[in-house]
């Protein structure tokens, strides 16, 4: 099933920056809709920002159009680990965890957020980065075990039934996608967690999706992806 990316309406011309000094919207006040919340750290790199806001408005289009979801289009989150705003919505993402930076108060609000039922998505990073992301992920969850996922679990057949994890970095197509997870007291019978797109970038897939950058095959598995991470996040 092919997932109609003409329909998203070009939104890279409204003046929004992602990359190279962030001009952020406000936050939409928690109305009960689904919100896509982006996770913001500081430091030297505002890798949290890439492809805001295009991804999550293409994103949320995609969401209202096939699923009865029914989210906010017109606008999404942006919240510091630690705001205790952040445990009104159940899914958020974060971006960049290569150059992911934190203190002792952020640690302990994400991990408030993830033990109280708070579905994590972690995006856009390869290499070296994990090394990172691992070093503060460990601070968050002391004794969490990151274990590889594979097809057959219920997040990739929670709304398109995934055949297949084959997927490439954006422009590297030599760089293999590898999904790996966070299991409720580290047991895969309960309840996934987090969820850990390494090597691979599906926000970029879905900020560029109606200019042509990527295959179209890859851009929708991208899609698929991310609407099963939302589908799988709000049912469990």
Not at 19 to 43: I, K, W
Request: hydrophobic letters at 40%.
């Amino acid at each position: 099933m092919l997932i109609s990316l003409v329909a998203v309406a070009p939104l890279l011309a409204q003046g929004f920056r992602g990359r190279g000094g962030v001009s952020m919207e406000p936050n939409v006040a928690y109305d009960g809709r689904f919100t896509f919340v982006r996770l913001r750290y500081d430091g030297r790199s505002e890798g949290w920002s890439y492809d805001y806001p295009a991804m999550e408005r293409h994103f949320m289009k995609v969401i209202k159009e096939i699923t009865t979801v029914g989210p906010v289009v017109e606008g999404s989150n942006i919240h510091y680990f630690d705001d205790p705003q952040l445990t009104h919505f159940p899914i958020a993402y974060l971006s960049e965890p290569g150059y992911w930076e934190m203190n002792d108060s952020e640690a302990a609000g994400l991990r408030n957020y993830i033990l109280k039922g708070g579905f994590l998505i972690v995006d856009d990073f390869m290499g070296r980065e994990w090394y990172n992301f691992e070093e503060k992920m460990r601070r968050v969850l002391p004794d969490a075990r990151i274990v590889p996922m594979d097809v057959s679990h219920p997040i990739f057949d929670s709304f398109f039934r995934l055949k297949s994890l084959e997927m490439t970095y954006p422009n590297r197509p030599n760089i293999q996608a590898e999904f790996h997870g966070i299991f409720e007291d580290n047991d895969p019978n309960k309840r996934l967690m987090v969820i850990i797109n390494y090597n691979n970038d599906i926000g970029d897939y879905m900020e560029w999706s109606n200019d042509d950058l990527y295959p179209v095959n890859l851009t929708n598995d991208a899609y698929k992806f991310a609407v099963n991470y939302v589908t799988y996040g709000l049912t469990h």
